[in-house]
């Protein structure tokens, strides 16, 4: 256990024309450091379909990082991709992870709900989506973070080669 290659995708169109600091993104990469994990990439894209999908698959494919975090995106306004990009870019599901996610932040907010979040695998990478509010993606990812060690370690397999595309 430990030793995870992280990567984190804020998913803002302010955060992309450096209107707005990403205290998101810093949020995560702060409990991701926190847990010993190594932060391989940390990068903002707009509100764009093929921005958000592109990087993801170049973590994936090309970093070949255990896991990436994206914050932002998630919610119900027109330009709230990042749900739509990760389905294209993920092979399998993962529907867990949002799952408990959503049913605890429902205990702090009925917003929860409104929630479009996704999570899957590609290759050997699990990709979580988390809120777009430091707040939201610190809470959110403290959620699942018990389970993430046991479920990296079980995409890793038995040390094998996962396949990249």
Same mark, same amino acid.
């Given at each position: 256990?430990?030793?995870?290659? *992280?990567?984190?995708?804020?998913? =803002?169109?302010?955060?992309?024309?450096?209107?707005?600091?990403? /205290? =998101?993104?810093? #949020?995560?990469?702060?409990?991701?450091?926190?847990?010993?994990?190594? &932060?391989?990439?940390? +990068?903002?894209?707009? +509100?764009?379909?093929? +921005? @958000?999908?592109?990087?993801?698959?170049?973590?994936?494919?090309?970093?070949?990082? +255990?896991? &990436?975090? $994206?914050?932002?995106?998630?919610?119900? =306004?027109?330009?709230?991709?990042?749900?739509?990009? $990760?389905?294209?870019? @993920?092979?399998?599901?993962?529907?867990?992870?949002?799952?408990?996610?959503? #049913? #605890? %932040?429902?205990?702090? $907010?009925?917003?929860?709900?409104? %929630?479009?979040?996704?999570?899957?695998?590609?290759?050997?990478? /699990? *990709?979580? !989506?988390?809120?777009? %509010?430091?707040?939201?993606?610190?809470? !959110?990812?403290? &959620?699942?973070?018990?389970?993430?060690?046991?479920?990296?370690?079980?995409?890793?397999?038995?040390?094998?080669?996962?396949?990249?595309?």
């Amino acid at each position: 256990m430990g030793g995870y290659r *992280v990567a984190i995708l804020t998913v =803002s169109d302010k955060g992309s024309r450096g209107e707005r600091e990403d /205290l =998101s993104g810093l #949020a995560v990469e702060e409990a991701v450091r926190g847990m010993g994990w190594r &932060v391989e990439a940390r +990068d903002i894209v707009p +509100d764009e379909l093929g +921005d @958000i999908e592109a990087k993801l698959r170049h973590y994936c494919d090309e970093l070949g990082v +255990d896991l &990436v975090l $994206t914050t932002g995106g998630t919610g119900l =306004s027109p330009r709230d991709l990042t749900p739509e990009a $990760t389905r294209r870019v @993920i092979h399998r599901e993962a529907p867990g992870f949002v799952e408990a996610m959503r #049913a #605890a %932040s429902l205990r702090v $907010t009925p917003h929860a709900m409104l %929630s479009r979040a996704a999570s899957g695998i590609r290759g050997c990478t /699990l *990709v979580v !989506n988390l809120p777009g %509010s430091p707040r939201g993606a610190r809470e !959110n990812l403290e &959620v699942i973070l018990p389970a993430l060690p046991h479920g990296l370690e079980k995409l890793r397999g038995d040390g094998g080669e996962c396949a990249t595309t």
